[in-house]
T-cell receptor, first 112, second 117 residues
Framework: GEDVEQSLFLSVREGDSSVINCTYTDSSSTYLYWYKQEPGAGLQLLTYIFSNMDMKQDQRLTVLLNKKDKHLSLRIADTQTGDSAIYFCAERRGSSASKIIFGSGTRLSIRP | DTAVSQTPKYLVTQMGNDKSIKCEQNLGHDTMYWYKQDSKKFLKIMFSYNNKELIINETVPNRFSPKSPDKAHLNLHINSLELGDSAVYFC????????????????FGPGTRLLVL
């Protein structure tokens, strides 16, 4: 189908790791992205991964890509209160047109 | 020195009115976009322009008309506003269509919150 799927909510304890999962649909997608949206703000790119990579790490963020299962995950180590936001997974379909399909977003909340 | 800016930030108007939202980017990007985010936070692309040329036009009512006077600006005009048009509208821009060194990353503006009464 068309949809990029994510679970809607995730709650973790401060200091724990958060893992946000995403399933995309197009095996020919070239790039996959994670965006963060804080309340009342626009989307901010966190990281992206090219489809020929399995993993990408950037400080507290680790992205894992399983192309066979079309599964993307974002791990946030040592989750802080400032990480509370909605996290969007997105896939780029095709190379000739800038069409990015966004998931429905996962709302991450942090428990003390 | 905001990268992607939109005006206005908030827009409250009556049903049936015509309104415009403006977007400007100072990143030197050649592609710009309009997205609509509904109350459930679902984000859907509406239009994309590359060098002032329309390249994506999703299924959007023709009451919505984008205009790109130059590659740094992409405005959105909405005629005969309806209650269902209430949403947050995001403008975005990217360097290239294909990918390149930036992965075709899109940079988003802060959004325009439209409320139709």
């Amino acid at each position: 189908g068309e949809d990029v799927e994510q679970s809607l909510f995730l709650s973790v304890r401060e200091g724990d790791s958060s893992v946000i999962n995403c399933t995309y649909t197009d095996s020919s997608s070239t790039y996959l992205y994670w965006y963060k949206q804080e309340p009342g703000a626009g989307l901010q790119l966190l990281t992206y991964i090219f489809s020929n990579m399995d993993m990408k790490q950037d400080q507290r963020l680790t992205v894992l890509l399983n192309k066979k299962d079309k599964h993307l995950s974002l791990r946030i180590a040592d989750t802080q209160t400032g990480d509370s936001a909605i996290y969007f997974c997105a896939e780029r379909r095709g190379s000739s047109a800038s069409k990015i399909i966004f998931g429905s977003g996962t709302r991450l909340s942090i428990r003390p | 020195d905001t990268a992607v800016s939109q005006t206005p930030k908030y827009l409250v108007t009556q049903m049936g009115n015509d309104k415009s939202i403006k977007c400007e980017q100072n990143l030197g990007h050649d592609t710009m976009y309009w997205y609509k985010q509904d109350s459930k936070k679902f984000l859907k692309i509406m239009f994309s322009y590359n060098n002032k040329e329309l390249i994506i036009n999703e299924t959007v009512p023709n009451r919505f008309s984008p205009k790109s006077p130059d590659k740094a600006h992409l405005n959105l005009h909405i005629n005969s506003l309806e209650l269902g048009d209430s949403a947050v509208y995001f403008c975005a821009s990217s360097q290239d269509r294909g990918g390149g060194g930036t992965g075709g990353t899109q940079y988003f503006g802060p959004g325009t919150r439209l409320l139709v009464l």
